[in-house]
């Protein structure tokens, strides 16, 4: 009886992180095209696995300017409504480049769909505010 119980406590522990998971799982981005025709993209993967993605693009709109990419990746944790972010030395190679860690961010009290960066060890990446336009996960 107390395998059983146990047994129970796990897979309702689990249930409900996945649960909790799925309010913040989705694609976070924002997209700047300027008048002198510079491209600036971002995007933030926020998976139910407690890992993440990060794609930074830019492209300054001259002929000699070549596309620039930047990559990130690790896991998130929620605590207290902030979802900070993780990188391991074992998340970086010669792609994923960005660690994210001691970065962190919540939903905007006002937009639900908005996700703000309010502190960050990458200095473009502090302050920075995406919005989520697309839910393609599934389970």
């Known amino acids: ?18 649960a909790q998971n799925d309010n913040y799982m989705g694609i976070y981005e924002k997209k700047i095209k300027t008048v002198k025709n510079e491209v600036l993209e971002y995007e933030l993967q926020i998976l139910s696995d407690s890992t993440f993605t990060f794609h930074f693009f830019r ?11 930047v990559y990130g990746k690790g896991t998130w944790k929620v605590i207290k409504n902030v979802i900070h972010f993780y990188t391991n030395a074992s998340d970086l190679d010669e792609k994923y480049t960005l660690n994210f860690t001691n970065t962190s961010g919540r939903f905007d009290g006002k937009n639900k769909n908005q996700f703000r960066f309010y502190h960050s060890e990458i200095p473009w990446i502090e302050k920075l505010t995406l919005d989520n336009n697309k839910y393609v996960f599934s389970k």
């Open 59 to 69: 492209n300054l709109g001259q002929s000699i300017s070549k596309d620039e990419n």
């Open 1 to 18: 009886m107390k395998n059983y119980t146990s047994l129970l406590l796990l897979f309702l522990f689990s249930f409900i992180s996945n």
